[in-house]
């Protein structure tokens, strides 16, 4: 009887163990929520492009590369998430344009070039609304 107990415990243990560590591979696999990037990418001064506006003014073109390499992680996982509304096709192009103005911030910095860096950043910094009239949800 206590070899059965034990058994039991034991699986009941295993099975907490496990189910946060499928969670956590649907959440790997499903990838960011589109809330949680625009958070990390636009939300505020502490945000990528926050960072990445601080740093070009400051002419940190080391945080500036870092802030832009952060902006086009985000953005490649912006294009993998299904839009709540609007064609796909029209979100796969706007995010594809964003990840290329982001890229176009990072080489910028990398190569110190001040002019090409503010130029990408005022692009990014315009592109809010032409995706979110057509892709962001309603707000009920």
Known sequence: MKR????????????????????AIEE??????????????????TSQLGK???????????????????LVK???DLGKAKPPRGEAANWKKLTGTYVKNATALKKAADNKKEGAAKKALGALGTSCKGCHSQHKAKAS
């Open 4 to 23: 059965l107990f034990g058994l039991a415990a034991m699986l009941v243990l295993g099975g907490a163990l496990v189910v946060p560590s499928v969670g």
């Open 28 to 45: 790997k696999e499903k990838g960011p929520s589109i809330s949680d990037i625009m958070t990390k990418a636009h939300a505020g001064a």
């Open 52 to 70: 990445a506006r601080a740093a070009a003014k400051d002419k940190d073109f080391e945080a500036l590369s870092a802030a832009a390499g952060e």
């Open 74 to 76: 985000l953005g490649t």
